[in-house]
């Protein structure tokens, strides 16, 4: 009787730990989604305007232009996804990749699905960092070349601390990682719920002269006003 207790605890053990493995994108059944016959890829998509094809099979072409394009006044961010190339389908994987004007910011957010590794490929220095769960702030300088790994879920962040355009790549391992901005979403709150959240330091009925006031830009690359490009290049400002 003992061992049949403990061969229950070990299933039912087993199945949380099952639970967790898939709480991600799910392992594909197949070698990819997208259907090809003859050597001809099937699966293309084409671009708007023209009879370009943007994406054919398992190559997209051009995702500053063709890609899922967002403009700021800190620069421009391009991202794939699956409508537009289908090739990600089941693969459990996409990419982004930045134009980074210097004192652009990347704004705070999170990645609910996915983990991030970013790669600082020309431009620079950048200053990165995210927040544990435990409230402390990890944050670092790349140079050209370097690369750094921001944890599933964790806020973090990206500023162009040098004096010309930062060009990076962010590789996360869901074909669907999710966006959630910090700011936009802190100020989506209740009146009396934010109010209590910053220990009511900031008077909301005054929010538009406040310093901490939300960008009116729905962008998430913005500019500095306190960052002077090529100056205060460490982790303390």
Not at 112 to 131: D, I, M, T, W, Y
């Amino acid at each position: 009787m003992g061992s049949f207790h403990v061969s229950i605890s070990v299933l039912a053990a087993l199945g949380v730990v099952a639970t967790l493995v898939y709480a991600g994108d799910p392992d594909p059944v197949q070698d990819f989604a997208i259907d090809v016959g003859d050597g001809i890829d099937d699966q293309k998509v084409p671009a708007s305007g023209n009879g370009d094809y943007v994406s054919e099979g398992f190559t997209f072409r051009n995702v500053f232009q063709n890609g899922d394009v967002s403009r700021g006044s800190g620069g421009v961010r391009a991202a794939l996804n699956t409508q537009i190339f289908p090739a990600l389908k089941s693969q459990g994987i996409t990419c982004v990749q930045f134009q980074l004007k210097p004192c652009g910011v990347n704004q705070p957010h999170t990645h609910p699905r996915a983990a991030e590794l970013l790669s600082l490929l020309k431009g620079g220095p950048l200053q990165v960092g995210f927040v544990d769960t435990s409230g402390k702030a990890h944050i670092d300088i790349l140079h050209e070349g370097d690369v750094t790994m921001f944890p599933r879920g964790l806020l973090h962040y990206e500023l162009n601390m040098g004096t010309e355009t930062a060009f990076f790549l962010s590789a996360l391992n869901s074909e669907s990682p999710g966006v959630l901005p910090a700011a936009s979403s802190l100020f989506s709150m209740p009146k009396r719920v934010l109010e209590t959240s910053i220990n009511g330091l900031l008077d909301i009925s005054q929010q538009k002269s406040s310093s901490i006031e939300p960008s009116a830009e729905r962008e998430s690359l913005l500019l500095a006003p306190s960052c002077t490009p090529g100056k205060d290049i460490t982790i303390d400002v």
